[in-house]
């Protein structure tokens, strides 16, 4: 299915795109204190929302136009340093890479009190037909869309969080 956009715009596009003005809610702190894990997924969901719709116009306005949306197949998260209640932070985003029916996404949160990296999020991301429940094609505005965004992000440097393995590391 073919439609035009409905949102986002064509580029050049900010490296990083930066998601501003996040804040740790109340009903997001756990027993120690700090943003519990299920919350990091939730704050980088709400924040690839914006990516999604107002950069790259392949969000939610795209999927009431197409009938198709993004679905998230894999997701790597990194926890680096605790958020608190109330504090603010900032995510920022660089598509890695993409196809015609997948993109690779990076995701930095951000303090906004210090600026150090709270956690890091690497996503791998489908287009899927409501309709039928299967992968589709994106549409080529949102290709060259994709493809302008990895041109302006290639010049940021590979952060050491992208593409780690898993696993228990032993020394000697």
């Known amino acids: 299915m073919t439609h035009a956009p409905v949102s986002g715009r ?5 490296a990083p795109v930066v998601v501003q003005q996040r804040r740790v809610l109340p009903e997001w702190i756990d027993y120690n204190g700090h943003m519990n894990v299920g919350y990091y997924g939730i704050a980088f969901d709400q924040a690839s929302d914006v990516l999604f719709s107002e950069y790259l116009g392949v969000g939610e ?5 197409s009938g198709q949306g993004p679905y998230v197949l894999q997701s790597h998260t990194h926890f ?3 958020l608190k209640l109330d504090q603010g932070f900032s995510v920022r985003f660089r598509l890695i890479d993409h196809d015609r029916k ?19 999020q690497e996503i791998m991301v489908m ?6 429940g299967r992968s589709a094609e994106y549409p080529d505005w949102a290709v060259r869309r994709f493809a302008r965004m990895k041109a302006d992000h290639a010049a940021l440097p590979v952060p050491p969080q992208l593409g780690a393995p898993l696993g228990l590391r032993r020394k000697g």
């Open 10 to 14: 064509d580029g050049p596009y900010p």
């Open 61 to 65: 306005e795209h999927v009431q136009a």
């Open 80 to 82: 680096l340093r605790e």
């Open 102 to 120: 997948r993109v690779h996404f990076f995701g930095e949160m951000v303090s906004d009190d210090n600026g150090e990296i709270c956690a890091t």
């Open 127 to 132: 287009n899927v037909d409501h309709g039928t």
